[in-house]
C-alpha cells in the first residue's frame, strides 16, 4: 500500500473500523465492544461491514498481527495485566496475570524461587526497593519482577489457605459422619437388648 494511501486511511474512523471488525472477529458481542469503545451498538455494527467491505474489496488486507493487537488490548482492558517474569539465565520474559493463576503449585514455585534469586542477587537490588524515580527509570525491569514475586507468593498464599480450610471442611465432615455412625450402633444396640 502507497504511502499517501495509507496515509488517507489513518483516520479516527479508520481505527474505530479496525477495532470493532478485529473484535468481532475475536467473538465478541456488539453490545460489549460498544461499551468498551464508548459508542453505539448500531455504530459497532456499521463499522465493522465497512471495514469488512474494505477487505473484500482488496483496499485492505486481514491482518493476523493486528488481530492479535486487538486481541491483547482486549485482554488488558478486561483487567488482566501482563507481568515480567526471569528464567534460570537471567533472560526476561512476559505473561499473563491469569496464565499464573492456573498454572501447578509446583511450576509456581519454581517461578518464584528462580525470580527471588534473581531479584535479591541483581546488583542493584538494593536500589529497586526505593520508589521509582520520575521519568527514566533504568530499574523497570528489576521492580516488575519484584512485582511479580509478590503476586505468585500471593497466588501460593491463597492457595495453601484454601488447602487448609478444605482439610479443615472434609475433617470436619469425617467426624459428623464417625458421630452419626456411632448414633446408629447405640440405636441398634438399645433395640436388641
Aim: hydrophobic share 30%; charged share 35%.
Amino acid at each position: 500500500m502507497s504511502q499517501l494511501k495509507v496515509s488517507s486511511l489513518m483516520t479516527t474512523d479508520y481505527y474505530v473500523e479496525e477495532a470493532c471488525y478485529y473484535l468481532t472477529e475475536l467473538k465478541l458481542k456488539p453490545q460489549e465492544i460498544a461499551k468498551q469503545l464508548n459508542i453505539s451498538t448500531d455504530q459497532v455494527t456499521c463499522a465493522a461491514k465497512q471495514y469488512k467491505e474494505r477487505l473484500a474489496s482488496g483496499e485492505l488486507s486481514f491482518e493476523e498481527e493486528t488481530k492479535k493487537f486487538w486481541s491483547l488490548i482486549l485482554r488488558e482492558n478486561s483487567g488482566d495485566e501482563k507481568i515480567t517474569l526471569v528464567d534460570e539465565k537471567g533472560r526476561y520474559y512476559h505473561g499473563w496475570r491469569t496464565e499464573l493463576t492456573k498454572l501447578p503449585t509446583e511450576d509456581l514455585v519454581e517461578l518464584l524461587v528462580v525470580n527471588k534469586k534473581y531479584s535479591d542477587r541483581h546488583p542493584l537490588s538494593e536500589f529497586s526497593k526505593s520508589e521509582a524515580i520520575v521519568g527514566y527509570d533504568p530499574l523497570v525491569p528489576l521492580r516488575n519482577i519484584r512485582k511479580t514475586v509478590s503476586f505468585i507468593d500471593e497466588i501460593l498464599q491463597q492457595r495453601a489457605k484454601r488447602e487448609e480450610e478444605e482439610e479443615k471442611e472434609n475433617l470436619s465432615r469425617n467426624d459428623d459422619k464417625k458421630s452419626e455412625g456411632n448414633k446408629v450402633s447405640r440405636k441398634s444396640k438399645t433395640k436388641r437388648t
